[in-house]
Every structure is written in structure tokens, then in C-alpha cells.
């Protein structure tokens, strides 16, 4: 799987590692926030822990570069706001949470019948992405069958800049559009499935990419 396409960018298995990035500097890091903050929210900068704690009360993921050693209040809530807005999944987003996963009426019967969520047998089915491009399931998923996975994110842009197109594919099936949930979750679909990232605000340190995307 590669990293470029014509037209796009794809977001391959040997992008930057999240960890290698958080060992990075704090002189280099802590411009690159202050650049992307945009001031312009606030009347002034004086924000408080309990209005972070507001903002990110009843959402389901806390931006990662939120939770940064040393960041402000201020570029905290900045950096929330902005990213709670981004609509540009990475794979850092896909491997740091877990999906469930449902076939939609548009399925074959045979896929239904065999999907809890249609069937009211259990909770929905779950999938994992991997950070080396990989996907997997729970064991004794009967839909899953063991089979291989990969999958890539893909974005192309316009020249000023704008994303003309943006999809997360899984082997050759249809592409998954993406979009974002007002409580900062994320759901994927096509006419044949769809995917919603489950609530994980309890994890140590915030979840998907530790710099801006935009």
C-alpha cells in the first residue's frame, strides 16, 4: 500500500508514529499550536480547567495534542474546538479506537442474518484497525471468517487547498465515507455498512493525531 496517489495523499502504514512525534521538541511543537490556535474564539485568553472539563464533558474521544505536558488552558481548548471540527480521518484516529460495525438494509439477507444488530442477538459486531494498514475483528465473528484486510485512507485536494475528496477504503470494497458526530465520534458508511468509533474518553493521554490536521 503507498503512501502517494495521484491526485491525493494516502495515509499508508509508514506515516510518522505517534510516539516518535511526541518526543519532539517542545520548542518545535508548541509554535506549531500557537500558529493553528485561532485567537479569534475567544474575547480573551483566559480559559479555566472547568471550561475545558465543560467542553469536553459528554464527548466521546479528547483530542490527543490536547492532553500535551505544558500546553495552556487556552491552546488547549483551541486545539479542541478545531479538532472536533475535522472531518480528515488518519490512521492514528482508526487504530486508536475501537468500531462497531453493522450491515445496512441494503445488505444481502445472507450478511444480515448473520449481523446482530439485525437480528437483536448481541451487541454490534466490533473491528479493530491497526497501525500497520491492517484491520481484524473479535474472535468468533461469524461475518468475519477470518479473512485478510487492509485498508488506506485517501484524500485528494484542490489547488487552494480545499479536500475535493476524502475516504477510508478496505480492500476493494466501496469506499467509506467519513463524517463527524457532534459529540466528536466518527462514522463511516456505504450503502452496504457502516462503522461508528466507540466512546473512549477514559484513555490515558487523548486519542488520534498528536499535530493539527487540517
Not at 494498514?133 to 487552494?160: F, I, M, N, R
Amino acid at each position: 500500500m503507498g503512501e502517494g496517489s495521484v491526485g491525493g495523499i494516502r495515509d499508508g502504514p509508514h506515516a510518522e508514529d505517534p510516539q516518535q512525534a511526541r518526543r519532539t521538541q517542545r520548542g518545535t511543537l508548541f509554535p506549531r499550536i500557537s500558529a493553528l490556535a485561532p485567537c479569534r474564539l475567544f474575547r480573551h485568553p483566559v480559559v479555566t480547567q472547568v471550561q475545558c472539563e465543560e467542553l469536553w464533558s459528554g464527548k466521546a474521544h479528547i483530542p490527543r495534542m490536547s492532553q500535551v505536558d505544558g500546553l495552556s488552558k487556552f491552546a488547549a481548548y483551541s486545539l479542541s474546538v478545531m479538532d472536533g471540527k475535522r472531518t480528515r480521518i488518519t490512521k492514528y484516529d482508526l487504530s486508536d479506537h475501537a468500531w462497531e460495525f453493522h450491515f445496512s438494509k441494503a445488505a444481502p439477507e445472507y450478511w444480515r442474518n448473520l449481523d446482530p444488530y439485525w437480528k437483536g442477538t448481541g451487541r454490534p459486531m466490533r473491528r479493530y484497525f491497526h497501525l500497520d494498514g491492517s484491520q481484524s475483528a473479535d474472535p468468533g465473528d461469524k461475518v468475519w471468517g477470518g479473512h485478510e484486510c487492509c485498508y488506506c485512507t485517501v484524500t485528494s485536494s484542490l489547488e487552494d487547498g480545499k479536500i475535493r475528496e476524502h475516504y477510508v477504503r478496505i480492500n476493494r470494497w466501496p469506499r467509506l465515507c467519513v463524517s463527524r458526530r457532534q459529540d466528536w465520534s466518527w462514522e463511516m458508511k456505504n450503502y452496504l455498512c457502516s462503522y461508528s468509533s466507540i466512546r473512549d474518553t477514559d484513555k490515558p493521554g487523548g486519542t488520534g493525531p498528536l499535530f493539527p490536521v487540517m
